[in-house]
Nanobody, 126 residues
């Protein structure tokens, strides 16, 4: 499975960006999809996840982005989106999309994802 992330860039604080991640998997609809990020000098952290379509495509968000970020999926396009609003300087990071066969729970654990995209850089200027 190959994941291609895009949509990063430079944005001012308070602005918005939408990240996209397109999968090569024919079984995309059965995959949980997640977004993680790694800021300068920081460890990789969980951002958001959406479960497989068969499990209701439920969303999960970290506390730091809840209310500002939305995750969605388009199975026909094999793409997951991360809509990021009201961006803050602390959102500056390389954002990675990840995929796994549906597993109940533990969406925040990066070690449970089998496939990773190459990352896209988001820079928020204050």
């Amino acid at each position: 499975v190959q994941l291609q992330a895009s949509g990063g860039g430079l944005v001012q604080a308070g602005g918005s960006l939408r990240l996209s991640c397109t999968s090569s998997a024919s079984t995309f609809r059965n995959h949980d999809m997640g977004w993680f990020r790694q800021g300068p000098g920081k460890e990789r952290e969980f951002v958001s996840a959406i479960s497989s379509s068969g499990s209701g495509a439920s969303q999960r968000h970290s506390d730091s982005v809840k209310g500002r970020f939305t995750i969605s999926r388009d199975n026909a396009k094999r793409t997951v989106y991360l809509q990021m609003n009201t961006l803050k300087s602390e959102d500056t990071a390389v954002y990675y999309c990840a995929a796994r066969s549906h597993t109940a729970g533990y969406y925040f654990r990066s070690d449970l994802y089998n496939y990773w995209g190459q990352g896209t850089l988001v820079t928020v200027s204050s």
